[in-house]
Every structure is written in structure tokens, then in C-alpha cells.
């Protein structure tokens, strides 16, 4: 930046839910996927342990999130890379908070290969500072974004 005046920023960002794109096999996956299945099938077989924790960012946070990153005035950031996150859940975490609204939803547990892919991960990401000196603050949490999930994709796939 000093020498080009040029400011490059830029974020990182854990696995995105969404109900807009259908899960493509991903490590982070499982937790767009499992809503297909339980609203279509009321099962699901997961491909990761139920004890498994990954940090997720759900896409209406995410897509706010970029907004605001580009609206703000650029004296505020202090760094040129930003962690970003929403929320940090388990896999059996998710299920109990989609049987809130599915109860005869069944899962199976079967890891797969994506299970040490999930395992080198970190199980959650720190964003404080992105919290701190550009005002970051993600407004779903698990069960928001688990409630807003089903009413999207019920629609759309029923």
C-alpha cells in the first residue's frame, strides 16, 4: 500500500450454508445437505462424526458481511486479512436443532474420507478483531439460520 497506494484486503472465511446452492459433496457440506434430506427423505446418512465441530457462516451473514466489509471507510482496518465467521456447531448439534422442526428426522453416522479433512480444521475461527475495528456481527445463529434453512428449502423442494 505505501509504495502503489493501493489497498488490498481481503477475508477469510469458514464453510458457507445456503440455501441457494446445493451442497456439492464438500467437507462442510453435510451441513446443507442434511436439510435436503430431511425435509425430502427425514433421513440422512452423515459422512462425519457427530462430535465433529467445524466454524460455518450462514450465506445471508456472509453476503452482509462482504457489504459491509467494501462500505467501510478504509482508515479503520489495521490489517490486510480479516478471519470472519458466524458460528461454530457439531454435526450432532445440527440434527438436534433441525429435529426441533423435523422430530422424525433419522441419522446415521458413517465418516468417510472428509472426516480427516474435517479433523485437520480448526473448530472454530477467531474474528475478534474483525469485530473490533470494523464492527462485524453476524445475525444468525444456529437455530436462526437452522429455522430460516427449512422454510426456504421446504418450499422450494416440496
Known sequence: ???????TLSMRLPGIISSETPPGGGTTDYAVEIFYEAIKHKKYTCFL??????????????????????????????????????????????????????PELKVEYKPDFRQEIADSW???????????EWGWNPKYDLAAMTKDMIEKLSKRLK
Open 1 to 7: 500500500f505505501k509504495k502503489y497506494g493501493l489497498l
Open 49 to 102: 462424526r457427530e462430535d465433529t465441530m467445524l466454524p460455518m457462516l450462514y450465506q445471508p451473514d456472509c453476503l452482509q458481511c462482504h457489504l459491509d466489509f467494501a462500505e467501510k471507510d478504509p482508515s479503520l482496518f489495521k490489517r490486510h486479512v480479516y478471519n470472519v465467521t458466524g458460528m461454530s456447531f457439531t454435526a450432532g448439534e445440527l440434527v438436534a436443532e433441525i429435529k426441533k422442526h423435523i
Open 122 to 132: 480448526p473448530k472454530s475461527i477467531d474474528d475478534s478483531l474483525a469485530r473490533k
